[in-house]
Nanobody
Framework: QVHLVESGGGVVQAGGSLRLSCTTS????????TAWFRQAPKNEREFVAA????????FYADSVKGRFTISKDSAKNTAYLQMNNLKPEDTAVYYC?????????????????WGQGTQVTVSS
């Protein structure tokens, strides 16, 4: 199992920005597909964004397109989620997840490695 650590969450006003990081200590996992999911209280975990193993393809939920950007730096064993123009409805615990390969990057069941989550709170 690959160990993932998220960071970068916090409290921000609507319209503000945050950058989340997801770091793995497993060098072999740097070429895994990586995704971000989020879960608000009483809601199911929902897909936010994903990036394929070599960083050449990205995928986004409609609700974050144009505002969020996923990227990865294999040299640093880290994936990022840049979140701009944040809205109160973006408030949730954000989780990163990885898997060696997936053809359905928006499904939580495709991922076998998960971080502990980081809280993002957007105030109005």
């Amino acid at each position: 199992q690959v160990h993932l650590v998220e960071s970068g969450g916090g409290v921000v006003q609507a319209g503000g920005s945050l950058r989340l990081s997801c770091t793995t200590s497993e060098r072999s996992a740097t070429n895994y597909a990586t995704a971000w999911f989020r879960q608000a209280p009483k809601n199911e975990r929902e897909f936010v964004a994903a990036i394929n193993w070599n960083g050449q393809s990205t995928f986004y939920a409609d609700s974050v397109k144009g505002r969020f950007t996923i990227s990865k730096d294999s040299a640093k064993n880290t994936a990022y989620l840049q979140m701009n123009n944040l809205k109160p409805e973006d408030t949730a615990v954000y989780y990163c997840a990885t898997t060696p390969v997936t053809w359905k990057p928006s499904l939580p069941s495709e991922y076998n490695n998960w971080g502990q989550g980081t809280q993002v709170t957007v105030s109005s």
